[in-house]
């Protein structure tokens, strides 16, 4: 088993990794720099682990051009965001070598799933290691939210925050842990409401809301106090408190987002069926509260005891197609090379 870098038989570097998404609780939308994908607001997000994305990096010195293959497949669009990312890597390794590039989702991509976020940061890291680079996790995150903004948070595991930072370099927009999986291990049930791709991707859905939405300022405006009682919530493990607050936070990010020109509507009748039905369930006594991002899909984060009757309601809610559930999980780590979908 190779879990480093070496240069194989045709002395190509290589090096894989795995990395989960992770769900927003207190939601990030709007950008404060494009070009260096620097945030508008700070977030707050789950990293989850029975979803992963699986990538394999090999730099083949001499060769030109970046090889992709996401799920067996080539992506045109994906391929361009993959070699700018491999593009940060190379610059700093000083080096010029193409890449052939392998990666593998365990769940469905572009529904709203942060398939980007899991994606982007098993490959920055596996890419660093393939060559070589001794990358702090923190470096890695802020290498990761230059491909991906919400990437940025899935090299940690657990509860993460990702700062918006002040500096206009943005080296200081940087996720890091707040609280270990293990130490608060709340589950998430996820209702699958259409396996379409969405419209309006959240690029440019936040390039739409920052220059047409009047409730743009009040959001920014408002997000500080949303992240201290986020924050505040989870390291006293106080579960009503962080409920409230994602579902505002959740709420308040779509509101903002539908006030846009032309208005942003990621939802469809299934999802909001299910927060009614996450709402009643919790009206009930059952410790679950929702949130969804910019696509249908509805999170469900509930404590452990109530994960099977969580699952039983939404699956009963006309519309669903399929409910995942999944529990928090670690960060971005190494694999062994050649092992990647199993
Ligand atoms: O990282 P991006 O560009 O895919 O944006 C993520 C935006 C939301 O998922 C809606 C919110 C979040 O904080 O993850």
Redesign the pocket.
């Known amino acids: 088993m190779n879990f480093e870098s070496r240069a194989d038989a045709s002395g190509a570097f290589h090096a894989a990794s795995q990395a989960q998404p992770?769900?927003?609780l207190?939601?990030?939308?709007g950008k404060r720099d494009t070009a260096l994908?620097l945030p508008a607001v700070g977030?707050i997000?789950i990293t989850l682990d029975s979803l992963w994305t699986r990538t394999e990096v090999r730099f083949v010195p001499g060769q030109k051009q970046d090889v992709v293959s996401l799920n067996g497949r080539s992506d045109e669009a994906e391929a361009k965001r993959i070699s700018a990312c491999m593009n940060l890597l190379r610059q700093r390794a000083g080096v010029d070598y193409g890449a052939e590039v392998a990666s593998h989702n365990n769940f469905p991509t572009a529904a709203?799933l942060?398939s980007?976020?899991s994606g982007f940061a098993a490959l920055v890291h596996a890419g660093a290691r393939a060559l070589g680079l001794d990358l702090s996790l923190a470096e890695q995150s802020v290498l990761a939210r230059r491909c991906?903004?919400?990437?940025a948070?899935s090299i940690f595991g657990g509860y993460v925050e990702w700062t918006h930072g002040q500096l206009a370099d943005g080296t200081d927009s940087v996720a890091s842990p707040l609280l270990d999986a293990e130490a608060w291990p709340l589950r998430v049930a996820v209702a699958i409401t259409s396996k379409a791709a969405k419209q309006v991707?959240?690029?440019e859905g936040?390039r739409r809301t920052a220059d047409t939405s009047p409730y743009q300022s009040a959001w920014v405006d408002t997000q500080e106090t949303d992240l201290s009682v986020a924050r505040n919530a989870i390291h006293a493990r106080d579960f009503d408190a962080l409920a409230q607050i994602s579902e505002y936070s959740c709420l308040k990010?779509h509101a903002l987002a539908m006030a846009a020109q032309p208005g942003l509507l990621y939802w469809n009748g299934a999802t909001v069926e299910c927060m009614h039905r996450v709402r009643a369930l919790r009206q009930q006594g059952v410790p679950v509260f929702f949130t969804v991002?910019?696509g249908p899909q509805l999170k469900a984060v509930c404590a452990p005891s109530a994960i099977e009757q969580v699952k039983d309601a939404l699956r009963d809610v006309p519309g669903v197609l399929d409910v995942l559930d999944t529990g928090l999980g670690a960060g971005a780590r190494a694999i062994p090379v050649g092992e990647l979908a199993r």
């Not at 207190?26 to 939308?29: A, L």
């Not at 991906?148 to 990437?151: D, E, L």
């Open positions: 992770n769900i927003a207190v939601k990030y939308w994908n977030s997000s709203g942060a980007s976020a991906s903004g919400s990437a948070r991707g959240s690029t936040m990010m991002d910019a």
